[in-house]
């Protein structure tokens, strides 16, 4: 398996000069919350007891021993998805995408977040499939993180594509002709307890199958 970067395309359609111009309005995307901003309605820990999920400020805020947060509202196929973090100095966490109801930490795709921590897979990365090295987002600092995920099939080979944005930034697209995870939950993770990631502005747009 391999990262595949998507080249941007532009097409451009000649029409008779007789003809006039027809501006075509594109239709609004309506985020829907996932996170209200003042509890963890709609979400629950798994994992070891003395991990800790809180609200503060607007944030989920994760600390402590090793656990994920799951977002348990429904499960979802190709999608939209984005979220406003920020991880510590030294910290280690994940977006994860496409897991289980009750999962560990090999449960479904993750979006790698991690700034400056031992492990030198960065934020950006889509774990053990694509890693990104360099370090895109400072510690201690809020960023955007957005996922595009949708099944397709590509010369006739289906596949799991995987839209990686980082602060607006498309990174890459990530062609998973193994389909490693059809279907599944949001989740975060608390990694270790050196960690300490907050969350806010979790957001899902459903895409057509």
Not at 3 to 29: D, I, K, N, S
Not at 33 to 57: C, H, I, M, Q, Y
Not at 71 to 78: D, I, V
Request: aromatic share 12%.
């Amino acid at each position: 398996m391999r990262c595949t970067v998507q080249a941007l395309m532009l097409t451009c359609l000649a029409l008779p000069l007789a003809t006039t111009p027809v501006c075509v309005q594109a239709e609004e995307v309506v985020w829907t919350p996932l996170f209200n901003g003042a509890s963890l309605d709609g979400w629950e820990k798994v994992g070891k007891e003395d991990s800790t999920w809180t609200v503060r400020d607007g944030a989920i805020v994760g600390s402590g021993s090793q656990s994920m947060l799951v977002c348990t509202k429904q499960s979802f196929k190709n999608f939209r998805y984005r979220a406003e973090i920020k991880i510590n100095d030294g910290g280690n966490s994940g977006m994860y995408f496409r897991t289980t109801r009750k999962p560990s930490f090999t449960d479904g795709y993750e979006a790698q977040i991690d700034s400056t921590h031992k492990d030198p897979i960065r934020t950006g990365s889509i774990y053990g499939m694509c890693h990104v090295y360099k370090d895109l987002v400072k510690p201690n600092t809020w960023f955007q993180y957005e996922l595009e995920v949708r099944d397709d099939v590509w010369r006739r080979r289906p596949l799991t594509r995987i839209k990686v944005i980082v602060n607006g930034d498309e990174l890459y697209e990530y062609l998973d002709f193994a389909k490693t995870f059809e279907e599944g939950y949001f989740a975060f993770q608390q990694h270790d307890p050196g960690s300490v990631v907050e969350i806010r502005s979790v957001e899902v747009v459903p895409l057509d199958d």
